[in-house]
């Protein structure tokens, strides 16, 4: 285990390449709200080039925040905690967000409670739980833990939930997607992010802290993340393992599968690159984490002190602080717009897109879509650095490390 201290650089790589997917997931969420189509943006039938790939950008997200908080983690070493202190405040942070996806969270996304959900926080809890024990390993065996799950997983697609009986749920929470219920025909569960294999990511982050922590990493996980990248283009070009199947997609018209030709060059590229987020496949994990890992090696030698840099910076070291107000922002404007433009908006006041059909009359194109989002992440700013001061501030306040 390498002695040497973190570098401020260092930690500003990891802050910025946080910021930056925090930035384009207000871009998804607010797509999620502002948009009146009735289809998915991976919906080869329906979808168009821009709509995919504005999801597109935003799928680095999930895998990056998987990713960091393995790596913070580790990092957090280095500056003097100990292996105990970073199991306790694994599993007390995991289920603190754990609380909040199905409360704080909960409400944000739908104006009503309860709605039963595993959101991102949701998983990364949970991850968070599992990895509060295994930091009592050996750094090299956590990557390999985490490297086989997340290259393993997808061999138990063809287990399907029905197979565990009563105990269909919990299959479903660890390696599913869709909706069970927990009161027959009365209360149900919704699962979006299940917690295989974000476990083995979350465990690559932490080896990845250490890595880090070495004098000159940028070669190697500029490496490692064009080795990823590039076995993601021979598995999918070749169709080979790690895209799961149709049937594992309760709605059908998904990203399973493999790629093919399609009317236009366009919606070939889409195909190619339009891979299963739900539950994610291992094409999915190498599509996102290759170049998230290239860019992080590259976010290491560029100056802190530009102005984007430094308006990245805010918004990634307060993540949690802007999850949470960026969806109840966003969700009271697009109340306010429906209001503004005489769209249906009680639909948005019990439920939203979560629970309800989008109406007929409601939406929004992209160039209106991608307007809000500025509008948001400018609205979000003023607030995130606020809280950033007063957590630079007041470093003896611990509970802030939960905000």
Request: hydrophobic residues 55%; positive net charge; aromatic residues 18%.
């Amino acid at each position: 285990m390498p002695s040497a201290n973190t570098s401020h650089s260092r930690l500003l790589c990891v802050d910025l390449l946080r910021g930056l997917v925090m930035v384009l997931m207000a871009l998804d969420h607010t797509r999620s709200f502002f948009s009146g189509l009735h289809y998915g943006a991976e919906d080869l039938a329906y979808t168009t080039g821009p709509f995919f790939f504005t999801r597109f950008v935003t799928h680095f997200c999930a895998p990056v925040f998987f990713l960091l908080a393995g790596t913070g983690a580790a990092l957090s070493l280095a500056r003097g905690k100990s292996i105990a202190q970073v199991s306790r405040f694994f599993w007390t942070r995991g289920l603190w967000l754990v609380f909040l996806d199905l409360t704080v969270v909960a409400w944000s996304w739908t104006y009503t409670l309860p709605f039963w959900f595993s959101g991102v926080l949701w998983s990364l809890g949970w991850s968070m739980v599992a990895m509060a024990f295994l930091v009592r390993l050996r750094p090299s065996w956590i990557a390999a833990l985490g490297a086989v799950m997340v290259a393993t997983h997808n061999l138990l697609d063809p287990v399907r939930p029905a197979a565990f009986g009563k105990f269909a749920g919990l299959w479903m929470i660890l390696h599913g997607h869709g909706v069970f219920w927990l009161v027959p025909h009365e209360t149900f569960f919704f699962v979006l992010f299940p917690v295989i294999p974000w476990i083995g990511v979350m465990a690559l982050g932490y080896a990845l802290g250490f890595v880090l922590r070495q004098g000159n990493w940028r070669k190697q996980v500029a490496g490692i993340g064009a080795l990823l990248t590039l076995a993601f283009v021979i598995l999918r070009v070749f169709h080979l393992y790690g895209n799961s199947q149709a049937a594992l997609q309760p709605w059908g018209g998904g990203a399973a599968g493999p790629w093919a030709v399609q009317r236009t060059l366009v919606l070939t590229v889409v195909s190619f690159f339009d891979t299963l987020k739900y539950p994610p496949s291992l094409q999915f994990l190498l599509m996102t984490l290759g170049p998230a890992l290239m860019a992080l090696a590259w976010f290491d030698k560029l100056n802190p002190e530009r102005l984007w840099a430094r308006v990245i910076l805010v918004f990634g070291r307060v993540p949690l602080f802007y999850y949470v107000i960026h969806l109840y922002l966003i969700h009271a404007m697009a109340v306010w717009v429906a209001f503004a433009y005489h769209q249906p908006s009680a639909w948005l006041l019990s439920g939203g897109f979560m629970l309800r059909m989008t109406p007929e009359e409601y939406g929004h194109g992209l160039p209106f879509i991608y307007a809000m989002w500025i509008t948001a992440v400018v609205l979000l700013y003023p607030a995130c650095k606020w809280f950033m001061k007063v957590k630079e501030q007041h470093k003896d306040w611990w509970w802030l490390s939960y905000l």
